[in-house]
């Protein structure tokens, strides 16, 4: 697949979306960072440790994931703005 972007899988539509935005987000700020010049920081182990930690406690809100909370939100957004999508 090369030259074709990133491709990411997911148990559901929602997953897959939210693995994306999440992917995408990370890697643009990798980019600014690099765009700087300067020596990247590493996050402490710790911290990483600590932040994997609440976000696995976090997966779960009103008996749902978060990733379909997420998708949910989006889908509204867009129903608001191009409702002829749905067509």
């Not at 440790?49 to 994931?65: C, F, I, V």
Request: aromatic share 10%; glycine share 6%.
């Amino acid at each position: 697949m090369g030259n074709h972007g990133v491709l990411v899988v997911g148990e559901t539509v929602a997953k897959a979306y939210d693995r994306l935005y999440y992917l995408e987000h990370a890697c643009q700020a990798q980019l600014y960072a690099m765009w700087t010049g300067r020596a990247l920081k590493h996050v402490p182990a710790a911290i990483v440790e600590r932040t994997q930690h609440e976000y696995a406690a976090s997966l779960a809100y009103q008996g749902k994931p978060a990733c379909e909370h997420h998708f949910a939100t989006l889908k509204r957004l867009l129903d608001r703005r191009e409702p002829d999508y749905a067509d």
